[in-house]
């Protein structure tokens, strides 16, 4: 028998560690396999892993605090205060094996963000640093691309005639536009090296942007400033009494001097010409090519959910955006990541018998998740059924990414699912690509699960032979 | 050092649950702990009033974490059956009191104080700091504990 248990208490300096010995001890004492996460001021130690979970019969949580809950969905568990884990310690171990399954967060939307924020805080190293810098990123990116699609509403070339509201419309979003490099160097230099790093890494974007060096560009220059200021921090010791102009004066000056001189004599003339030739191939991109790309990006989108993969094809899409054109390869990416929550929503009504109450009611949620390109709205189907529903939701999504690319819709802003439509050409043919993905993945999910009353009926059966057993 | 000679009491003959820490906080003034003996004690109180800090097997851990803490201590303190409000009901007579700022850097202390509270599970734990003799031994104890 295997025992899980995580501790936590509201100052996190005594009883969440008291509580982790005395279940250990006694878990011990009756011959379980034990693990405790400790959730303290310390951080949290001992964390359960995914493996961890899955081998485990039941688990204790001795919490005054909150936990992250979402990972025990479908275990026995039993929640109790810490102070009673620390003294019924025994009466509770036994408790927990015969605990009731934990079912989840009813609310499908609360859940979905939850697990975001979850993930958000569990990305390590280069990836968490370049995903920071995209996350300040967007909001630019957003604002930018729906003033310039406004401005093209009003037509095509309105923006040229000087001092109308078009042409404002435009400059306001090229304004918008502009700071997108900036602010992603910026903020992978602040993730790196916190506040220090945010003046030495926008000027090495707005350095990216001068050598054409790009969204590429940018990302280097901020990893370069972030690190720039790590060691200036590192290496200048100045008296105490000085100390003070460490941050006003010394790491500004010598992080902006070192990072623009090393973009400049450095590395500015590679990245730019990797700018310009994944530009060139991007724009030539057609046909056969094009439509692989749109199945690896589907594929992407799906496999994770929301997790580094998907990030990684939802950045790379960012980066295809450039003000006032439209990208094939962000559209691909948009369709693609709402079309997982929106395919499962849909099997949620055409299947009706392979869901229960409350996934049924979770898919009604799920309809609005995938509008709005939110594709963790998928996750909790997926993880009560891994292996049926992922690979569903990854062949809807590639069959998306493909037509979206061979539509040749284009999308100029990097967020939004419905609510940017606008800003799509070739609009008929992007619809068509997300519905398309939606049925396949609604069907595949479909035929793949099993109707809930088999496997209601596997367990009368197994009931009966039991029952027959024991009354013999 | 989280905790030294000075911060520990052999035999404390307080007599309520307040006047315990109280005299504890004290303690902790006078090493240069604490800046201010009632803000601290305020923290503690609020923490006890949350739930008892008694944890059973005659212990309680008053704790408080504030800014009138200058730097993070271990106190203790050997007391005659004080009424610590405990849901057991029974009276304690082995206290560990522990102050931590508001905002500290680095986390080493911490480490200890988990330590030493997975220790108070221990019944030898427990048993050896209630014979010890001399302060240098309840010292050596506890300091054997975090290693």
């Known amino acids: 028998m295997k025992l899980l248990a995580v501790t936590a208490c509201t100052t996190g300096i005594a009883h969440t560690y008291m509580a982790a010995e005395a279940i250990e001890e006694v878990a011990k004492e009756k011959g379980y396999e034990v693990k405790v ?36 969905i479908g275990k026995k568990v039993l929640s109790v205060p810490v102070s009673e884990a620390i003294k019924d310690t025994e009466k509770l171990v036994d408790q927990a094996f015969n605990a009731s399954i934990y079912q989840g967060n009813k609310n499908l939307v609360d859940e979905v963000s939850e697990i975001k924020e979850q993930r958000a805080a569990q990305r390590k190293g280069a990836y968490k640093h370049l995903l920071n810098g ?53 903020y992978i230099a602040y993730s790196i090296a916190d506040r220090p790093g945010l003046a030495p890494g926008m000027v090495g974007g707005v350095i990216a942007i001068a050598l054409n060096a790009g969204f590429l560009g940018g ?24 100390q003070g102009i460490m941050p006003v004066l010394i790491i500004p000056v010598l992080g902006s001097l070192a990072v623009g001189l090393i973009m400049y004599y450095v590395l500015g003339a590679p990245v730019a010409a990797i700018n310009t030739g994944m530009n060139n191939f991007l724009t030539s991109l057609s046909g056969t090519n094009a439509v692989i790309l749109g199945f690896i990006i589907g594929l992407m989108m799906a496999f994770d959910m929301g997790g580094p993969l998907n990030k990684a094809a939802y950045a790379f899409g960012t980066g295809t955006l450039v003000a006032g054109t439209g990208s094939m390869v962000m559209a691909a990416v948009m369709a693609a990541g709402m079309v997982p929550p929106l395919g499962l929503a849909l099997a949620t009504i055409l299947f009706k018998n392979k869901f229960n109450n409350a996934e049924r009611e979770a898919g009604k949620a799920a309809w609005v998740l995938g509008l709005g390109f ?9 993880a009560a059924d891994p292996f049926r529903v992922i690979p569903s939701i990854m062949a809807g999504s590639a069959v998306t990414g493909a037509l979206s ?48 009353q088999e496997i209601e009926t596997e367990r009368n059966v197994k009931n009966e032979k039991y029952n027959r057993s024991s009354s013999i | 050092m989280l905790i030294n ?13 307040d006047e315990v820490i109280q005299a504890l906080a004290k303690l902790a003034y006078q090493e240069g702990r604490v800046s201010d003996i009632e803000k601290y004690v305020q923290a503690v109180l609020k923490r006890e009033n949350e739930y008892s800090t008694s944890v059973g097997f005659g212990v309680a ?44 850097s680095g986390n080493e202390h911490l480490k200890i104080l988990a330590k030493i509270s997975r220790k108070l599970m221990k019944e030898d734990f427990r048993s050896s700091l209630r014979n010890a003799d001399t302060k240098e031994s309840i010292l050596n104890i506890i300091q054997d504990a975090v290693k």
């Not at chain 1, 406004?150 to 109308?164: C, H, K, P, V």
């Not at chain 1, 939110?374 to 997926?382: D, K, L, N, Q, S």
């Not at chain 1, 040749?408 to 990097?414: A, D, F, G, I, Q």
């Open chain 1, 37 to 72: 996460e400790t959730r303290g001021s310390v951080g949290v130690e001992n964390e359960l892993t995914k493996v961890d979970i899955e081998g485990a019969d039941a688990i204790l949580i001795a919490s005054d605090t909150s936990v992250p809950m979402e990972r025990f």
């Open chain 1, 134 to 186: 995209v996350s300040f990123m967007i909001p630019f990116v957003v604002a930018g691309g729906i003033a310039i699609a406004l401005s093209f509403l009003i037509g095509y070339d309105a923006f040229q005639q000087e001092g109308t509201l078009a042409a404002y419309l435009k400059s306001i979003g090229d304004s918008a536009f502009g700071l997108m490099v900036p602010i992603l160097a910026g």
């Open chain 1, 219 to 242: 990302i280097a220059a901020g990893f370069l400033a972030g690190y720039v200021v790590l060691l200036i921090k590192k290496y200048i010791r100045l008296p105490k009494n000085l």
């Open chain 1, 374 to 382: 939110i594709t963790e709205g998928a996750i909790p189907f997926a």
């Open chain 1, 405 to 452: 690319m061979l539509f040749k819709s284009t999308l100029s802003v990097p967020h939004g699912g419905i609510f940017v439509l606008f800003a799509v050409e070739n609009l008929i043919g992007y619809i068509i690509a997300i519905a398309v993905g939606t049925v396949v993945t609604a069907f595949l999910v479909g035929t793949l699960k099993k109707p809930l």
């Open chain 2, 5 to 17: 000679k000075n911060l520990i009491e052999m035999n404390l003959t307080s007599k309520t649950r």
């Open chain 2, 61 to 104: 851990i008053p704790h408080g974490k504030t800014n009138a803490v200058k730097e993070p201590f271990l106190g203790f303190a050997r007391v005659k059956e004080v009424d610590w409000a405990a849901p057991d009901k029974n009276p304690i007579d082995l206290v560990f009191i522990i102050g931590v700022p508001e905002e500290q």
